[in-house]
């Protein structure tokens, strides 16, 4: 695994147990493990997002991904009452997790919680316009009076990060995951793929 395929922002807790059980099934199975949540939805949801490492999923891979990581959930039982699991893509206004997420969605508006005070503040808006191998560069999208324009964020620091939802965007990711799809069509013999599948999809159990 690479410095940019490795989960720089993971779980806590109860959340980073299950990770742990279910990432290395995730990953054997040809996926990515995006982020864990435990929510009291329905009483209570285990929330699983993964992706391909192309960045697509489909409805059948979120069934494949539910279908891999139940047994193993069963036998280590990290959840000590009964709850409802829910595989997932990201979807377009996605969680970033990865230096690969940054670089591959430098220049789009996201929104960003630190675990810590980072020049004052731990909230911050604005657009990745630099990663490197220790954090990333924001330009604020409104910085207040007497902030920088840009700050830069250690990757150690950062608790939360997810896009923000702009026209721009869901063009991009209409884009980067229509060029996918065809490249994973290709590469399968030529499989015809729809140009307007959605992107964002979603598999409950």
């Not at 992706?51 to 959930?73: F, H, K, N, Q, Y």
């Not at 675990?115 to 990745?128: F, Q, T």
């Not at 150690?156 to 884009?175: C, V, Y």
Request: aromatic content about 4%.
């Amino acid at each position: 695994m690479t410095a940019a395929d490795k989960r720089i922002v993971t779980e806590e807790g109860l959340e980073a147990r299950v990770a742990a059980i279910i990432e290395p099934v995730i990953e054997q199975l040809g996926y990515r493990l995006v982020r864990v949540r435990v929510s009291g939805l329905n009483g209570m949801t285990l929330q699983i997002m993964a992706e391909r490492p192309d960045g697509t999923m489909t409805v059948e891979d979120c069934e494949a991904v539910s279908r891999g990581i139940s047994p193993v959930l069963d036998v280590d039982d990290p959840i000590d009452k009964a709850y409802h699991l829910e595989v997932s893509s990201p979807g377009i206004d996605r969680p970033l997790v990865r230096r690969g997420d940054f670089e591959a969605w430098t220049g789009h508006l996201m929104k960003l919680e630190t675990n810590r005070l980072v020049e004052g503040r731990k909230r911050y808006r604005g657009k990745v316009v630099g990663v490197s191998d220790d954090g990333i560069r924001i330009d604020r999208d409104q910085p207040g009076y007497g902030e920088a324009a840009s700050v830069d964020i250690p990757f150690e620091a950062i608790g939360e990060a997810r896009l923000i939802l702009t026209d721009d965007l869901i063009d991009a990711a209409l884009k980067a995951d229509k060029a996918a799809r065809r490249a994973r069509a290709a590469a399968d013999g030529g499989e015809t793929v729809d140009p307007d599948e959605a992107p964002e999809q979603d598999a409950s159990t």
